[in-house]
């Protein structure tokens, strides 16, 4: 009994104490101030903001490395047959521009690879060639003098051949929005159909041109790939 008797009073000493100097933490820290939680939080983000910037630029460098390597970028063709190209660097697309006759001029905008398709399969199942086919896509204007009318094919550039999606006639006082785009060209007859292939064979839009921008657009895709990586590097890398 007289231990229980002195236990007690220890117990109720020690329990004060503990609760004494647990208000004493407690006060303490919501005495700290805000100012120096906020400067604290905001020298560990900008500690950590060169690690993260660092391994970003090691990753784009190790990618450009790796390109480099495996990919040596050809200096762009700046002509093709009559056409003069030119590769509009930074940009998706590419332009075409000659003359044809004593009148037309022709031009023709060329995007990067912009769709693709499943190849046929064998028998067996198996891919004939590559998983998929790509193409590009051909905005060809004919026009016969500055402030003329503009023919307008639409096409798309598989990689041996041109295929016409669509042929119409821009007027030259009338607002896009208000043309007539005319029917889908599979509708057309078929012998119109064949002829309007041999109006732009005529004029060197044909399979050849088909192959060449295909190659073309494979030079131009890794290399916009390796600039832009180069770029997206460059600004990190400002102070």
């Known amino acids: 009994m007289a231990m ?6 220890l117990r109720r000493t ?5 609760k004494s100097v647990s208000q004493k933490k407690t006060q303490s820290s919501n005495l700290e101030s805000p100012v120096s ?15 993260f910037e660092g391994n970003i630029l090691r990753l784009i460098r190790s990618e450009i490395q790796y390109e480099l390597e495996h990919f040596s970028p050809k200096q762009p063709v700046v002509e093709y047959d009559s056409f003069i190209v030119d ?15 004593e009148k037309e001029e022709i031009k023709i905008e060329v995007t990067m690879f912009d769709g693709s398709v499943p190849v ?16 590009i896509t051909l905005i060809v204007n004919i026009s016969k003098g ?20 669509n042929v119409f006639v821009r007027w030259k006082d009338m607002k896009p929005d ?6 889908e060209f599979k ?38 790939l390796i600039r832009w990586m180069g770029t997206v590097r460059s600004f990190i890398e400002q102070k």
Not at 4 to 9: A, K, N, Q, S
Not at 89 to 96: D, F, K, M
């Open 120 to 135: 046929e399969k064998s028998d067996k199942g198996i891919p004939i060639g590559p998983d998929v086919e790509l193409h």
């Open 14 to 18: 020690l329990i004060s104490s503990s």
């Open 187 to 224: 509708d057309l007859d078929d012998e119109l159909q064949e002829s309007l292939y041999e109006f732009l064979e005529k004029r060197g839009i044909d399979d050849d041109l088909a192959i060449f921008m295909h190659e073309y657009m494979k030079n131009k895709d890794k290399t916009e």
């Open 146 to 165: 500055e402030g003329s009318d503009v023919l307008e094919f639409e096409c798309l550039g598989w990689p041996d051949s041109i295929e016409i999606v």
């Open 37 to 51: 939680t906020v400067t604290t939080r905001s020298y560990i983000s900008e500690m950590r903001k060169p690690v």
């Open 87 to 101: 590769n509009r660097p930074g940009e998706q697309w590419i332009s075409l521009k000659k003359k044809f006759g």
């Open 178 to 183: 208000q043309l007539y785009m005319g029917p």
């Open 4 to 9: 229980t008797r002195l236990i007690r009073p």
